[in-house]
């Protein structure tokens, strides 16, 4: 019914920037939050940023200063600018949205396949 498609990981040098995509498509009649996860090897998936509806966005301590989500709601599209890449970002992201599929009066969260984030010299 829904399917989102990330795009936009690499491998990048320290300090450097990457800009990742998350497009979603099918049968959407809304889209509340958009959100961006990351999962380290070894570690739990946590979350990166989360923008809402309104465009208000939240982000982890760890790239507060550093990340910038924004959306195009007529794209149905999250956007997340990673830049002062650090080794420690160095993990697959995650993009998802929570949203109302036509003929549905409930909301539900979709999940991106991951895109590879490498920072390393």
């Known amino acids: 019914q829904v399917q989102l498609v990330e795009s936009g990981g690499g491998l990048v040098q320290p300090g450097g920037s990457l800009r990742l995509s998350c497009a979603a498509s099918?049968?959407?009649?809304?889209?509340?939050?958009m959100g961006w996860y990351r999962q380290a090897p070894g570690k739990q998936r946590e979350l990166v940023a989360v923008?809402?509806?309104?465009?208000?966005?939240n982000y982890a301590d760890s790239v507060k200063g550093r990340f910038t989500s924004s959306r195009d709601n007529a794209k149905n599209t999250v956007y997340l600018q990673m830049n002062s890449l650090k080794p420690e970002d160095t993990a697959v992201y995650y993009c998802?949205?929570?949203?109302?599929?036509?003929?549905?009066?409930?909301?539900?969260?979709?999940w991106g396949q991951g895109t590879q984030v490498t920072v390393s010299s």
């Open positions: 998802n949205m929570n949203l109302v599929n036509w003929g549905s009066a409930s909301d539900k969260t979709y």
């Open positions: 099918g049968s959407i009649r809304l889209i509340n939050a």
């Open positions: 923008i809402t509806s309104g465009g208000s966005t």
